[in-house]
């Protein structure tokens, strides 16, 4: 069991907005303002596209935004795209002694 | 560019100890948090540790008994070691750092490398 919950599957179709949801207590997301999001496509490794709650990384496209509210962060993906459709993974900080933790993933279908 | 590579054993006997190595190149691994994660079949993410340039380490209590990070400044290379190794420690595992010197998320990648636990 992931120490921070996220939903198992999200679609949309190309040009629809979604949003990704990771929920975690105070000792994590809510807490501090590291939270971090990854994309990862089948085979290949993950890949940064937000970190510290709504940071986006250089060449990360700005139809990715980030934000947070009380313990449950969000990424939200704007005119969805083919290229899009991939597993999703938020990561914080946290205050126990793991230091790092994962959500368990959310599957992004682009219909 | 810094690039991030894993090397080492596909395959570990139960009871035995895993050994990979992750070589850096295009930078050096004199500075920033060196870490790795795996990722089992099918599964999600998890940290398992990291080095820190200044000789400090950090692990995931749930593998903290089994875990050492270590790195080899001569050759730009840091390595992970998990010792009583069984079938649930079967993953991809993954080498990462954070370019930025935050060791919370990884910006950075290597490709990763499977490794089966099985007799």
């Known amino acids: 069991q992931s120490a921070l919950t996220q939903s198992a599957s999200v679609s949309g179709s190309p040009g629809q907005s979604i949003t990704i949801s990771c929920t975690g207590t105070s000792s994590d997301v809510g807490g501090y303002n590291y939270v971090s999001w990854y994309q990862q496509h089948p085979g290949k490794a993950p890949k940064l596209m937000m970190y510290d709650v709504s940071n986006r990384p250089s060449g990360v496209s700005t139809r990715f935004s980030g934000s947070k509210s009380g313990n449950t962060a969000s990424l939200t993906i704007s005119g969805l795209q083919a290229e899009d459709d991939a597993d999703y993974y938020c990561s914080s900080y946290t205050s126990g002694s793991t230091l790092v933790v994962f959500g368990g993933g959310t599957k992004v279908t682009v219909l | 560019q810094v690039q991030l590579q894993e090397s080492g054993p596909g395959l570990v006997k139960p009871s035995e100890t895993l050994s990979l190595t992750c070589t850096v190149s295009?930078?050096?691994?004199?500075?920033?948090?060196w870490s790795w994660i795996r990722q089992p079949p099918g599964k999600g993410l998890e940290w398992i540790g990291y080095f820190y340039s200044s000789g400090n380490t950090n692990y995931n209590p749930s593998l903290k008994s089994r875990v050492t990070i270590s790195v080899d400044t001569s050759k730009n290379q840091f390595s992970l070691k998990l010792s009583s190794v069984t079938a649930a420690d079967t993953a991809v595992y993954y080498c990462?750092?954070?370019?930025?010197?935050?060791?919370?998320?990884?910006?950075?990648w290597g490709r990763g490398t499977l490794v089966t636990v099985t007799s």
């Open positions: 990462a750092t954070g370019q930025s010197g935050d060791y919370w998320y990884f910006d950075l």
């Open positions: 295009g930078g050096s691994i004199s500075s920033y948090f």
